[in-house]
Each structure stands twice: as C-alpha cells, then as structure tokens.
C-alpha cells in the first residue's frame, strides 16, 4: 500500500513513511519602490556617476542589490518587487535600503529616498593686499590689525 496526500494549497507536503507532515508555506509577497535624489547643483562639477547600487536589507541583513541608473528624464528610482513578506514563523520581515558609498557625496537615507549631498573638497588660494590712503595714518586712526 502506499499513502498519498492532494496537494493542499499554501502548504509544502513532507511524506516520510506513514506520517504525513504539511508545513505552511507562506507565499504573500511585498514590493518597496524608492528613489535617489542629488543635491550636487544640477551635477555641475560632473561629479555624479552613471549608475549607483541600492542594497536592499531585510531585517537588517543585506537581502539583494540593484544598479540604478537614471531614467530618459533623468529621474533616478528603483523598485524591489516579489519579496517574502513574512518569515517562517509568520514574522513579517522589515526591508529597508542603503547605497554603495559614492565618492564626493554625503549620503542620507530617509524611508526609501536616497539622497547624495555634493561634498566640494577642492581648495583655492587667495593673496590680497590692504593699502591704506590716509596720509600715512596722519591722525592715529589706522588699527594695528583687521
């Protein structure tokens, strides 16, 4: 004789012997969609890269990775789509994102909105000279420094 079971949905079937084991399989998905902002004044130092990589982290752990590039208008976004909503103690999973550092930006993460902050480290020299028409301090007047 043997022993079978109808496929009961949500649920995977373990047949070993006579006892029949059914775990539920939880197949209720998420999405999070999320988008990248640069405050890098339009990108006028040419500063910004032509794609950057959003982590996806569920419940803290780095989940899954995506290239982001900019779309036809020049709007960054990205989707995450398909994601185990809950874990397998029925637990719901908490994702949220982080990016790949960017060279020359200051990266701040509010929900899903990335933002990279242009951080000028580029210096320059300035020499100057202070002339004094005052008679050659004549009345006293002149500050012995400014």
């Known amino acids: 004789y043997t022993v079978s079971e ?5 649920y995977k079937t373990k047949l070993e012997g006579t006892p029949i084991t059914n775990t539920y399989k939880n197949t209720e998905t998420t999405e999070l969609n999320g ?3 640069w ?10 890269p032509e794609s950057i990589t959003v982590q996806l ?4 752990t780095e989940f899954q990775t995506k290239e982001v590039k900019a779309d036809k ?13 809950y874990d397998e103690q029925g637990n719901e999973y908490k ?9 020359g930006y200051e990266t701040k993460v509010d929900g899903t909105t990335i933002t990279n902050t242009y951080k000028n480290t580029e210096t320059t020299e300035f020499n ?6 005052d008679y050659n301090n004549k009345f006293g007047k002149r500050p012995e420094s400014i």
């Open 73 to 85: 208008n020049g709007n960054w976004s990205f989707d995450f789509k398909d994601l185990p909503k």
């Open 6 to 10: 109808v496929k009961v949905k949500d």
């Open 57 to 60: 982290l569920q419940n803290g």
């Open 128 to 133: 100057g000279k202070k002339v004094w028409e």
């Open 35 to 37: 988008k990248k902002v």
């Open 95 to 103: 994702y949220t994102v982080s990016e790949v550092k960017v060279d």
């Open 39 to 48: 405050e890098d004044y339009n990108n006028k130092f040419n500063t910004r």
